[in-house]
């Protein structure tokens, strides 16, 4: 039996071609492109800030004295009140002046004996000058006259002297107290025995108006305040000092403002900080030697600052700051920047960014280096040139 072929053969071919042809084309198509990524930015405008660094500090006394006695004796009074203010010169205690009101009362007698041998003596030296120009007496005899009065002239100093110090001596019977301020607790009693420049002291008297702060202020902290300051970044106010605030421990705002007196000329190595002391008024004795605070030194304005808001701002692998910016042709590039401090909820830019730059606030998870964006400008923060600033070493 004879096969013949099968008269659909050429059919199939040509459908199987039509299947290629139609996955060919079906390669060939490319996807629709993606739009821009959306993201918020802020374009960025200088605009003057006040300068604040707020450092943790205590306060110290800005004059104490140590009330010791000056001679031996016992306590016969105690002239104070505990607690109270006291004025420079005011008696505190009084001490038993019996021996040496003795002591002074002696060496003002033999005071008294050698002015008289002084007197004798200048009256034979007299006579004894005309006498020797008629010879009626030696030359040795007048010389010794001369002696005697010279020795009655020393002996007389001798006895002031003597006095003086009895009188001194007399005078430290009553303890006064050296400078005003207020003064503690008494050590010892009415009855006690003191001993001259002992180490132990009766009480001791603190000036609290005005009072010290003193904080540590970074030296990378320092030394960017000159930079700027010679930069003309940063400018002082119109007399030349730095006041200074100072928060309390339990959050309330002292009302007195002070000044920074000075720093210190060497840097704490083991901490890396120098110290810097303000000088506060204290007229209600509210601050106390020791107290913990927030002292806020107001460095000055900076009128071209540049603020970015901290959302915007990420760290790198070794911990620099960075942004995206928005370049003219709407691709993005990440760029490191250098801040200084956090002014309410920005940062303060010191180099990196330049005014009319947009940054991106919002969207930095969904775009990458040269990516082409689509930028929205968003609501920039109030301005904060007066708030207060957190001090951070970047």
């Not at 207020?182 to 003191?194: D, E, K, M, N, W």
């Amino acid at each position: 039996m004879t096969m013949h072929p099968l008269p659909f053969r050429p059919v199939l071919l040509s459908a199987v071609a039509l299947l290629a042809l139609s996955g060919c084309n079906r390669k060939a198509a490319t996807p629709p492109a993606m739009p821009p990524q959306q993201v918020g930015v802020i374009t960025l405008h200088p605009q003057s800030v006040n300068v604040h660094t707020i450092l943790p500090g205590r306060t110290d006394a800005y004059e104490i004295a140590q009330v010791r006695p000056q001679v031996t004796g016992v306590i016969q009074k105690r002239l104070f009140t505990e607690g109270a203010d006291v004025q420079a010169g005011q008696q505190l205690y009084q001490i038993d002046p019996s021996r040496y009101q003795a002591a002074y009362d002696t060496a003002r007698g033999q005071l008294a004996q050698a002015e008289a041998a002084e007197v004798t003596a200048r009256a034979k030296l007299q006579r004894y000058k005309s006498l020797v120009q008629a010879h009626a007496v030696s030359h040795q005899d007048y010389d010794d006259a001369l002696a005697a009065e010279k020795e009655a002239q020393g002996q007389i100093l001798t006895a002031r002297g003597q006095v003086e110090n009895a009188q001194v001596d007399l005078g430290y019977t009553r303890m006064n107290s050296p400078i005003s301020g207020r003064i503690s607790r008494s050590i010892i009693t009415v009855g006690a025995l003191v001993t001259a420049n002992q180490t132990d002291n009766t009480a001791v008297v603190t000036r609290l108006d005005p009072i010290y702060v003193d904080v540590n202020l970074p030296a990378i902290t320092l030394l960017r305040l000159k930079r700027e300051l010679a930069e003309g970044r940063i400018t002082r106010q119109a007399n030349g000092e730095v006041p200074v605030t100072v928060t309390l421990e339990d959050g309330s705002t002292y009302e007195h403002t002070g000044r920074m007196a000075l720093s210190e000329v060497n840097v704490d190595t083991s901490t890396a900080s120098v110290v810097v002391r303000a000088v506060m008024p204290n007229p209600d004795k509210l601050l106390l030697p020791g107290m913990y605070v927030h002292a806020q030194l107001d460095e000055g304005a900076d009128p071209n600052g540049l603020l970015v808001p901290q959302q915007a701002v990420s760290r790198n692998t070794h911990g620099d700051p960075q942004v995206w910016v928005v370049k003219p042709d709407d691709t993005v590039e990440l760029r490191q920047i250098q801040i200084g401090q956090a002014i309410g909820t920005d940062w303060l830019v010191t180099s990196g960014l330049k005014a009319g730059e947009r940054v991106v606030t919002v969207g930095v998870q969904k775009i990458k280096p040269g990516a082409k964006v689509k930028p929205t400008e968003t609501a920039a923060a109030p301005a904060a040139s007066d708030t207060s600033s957190q001090n951070k070493g970047q």
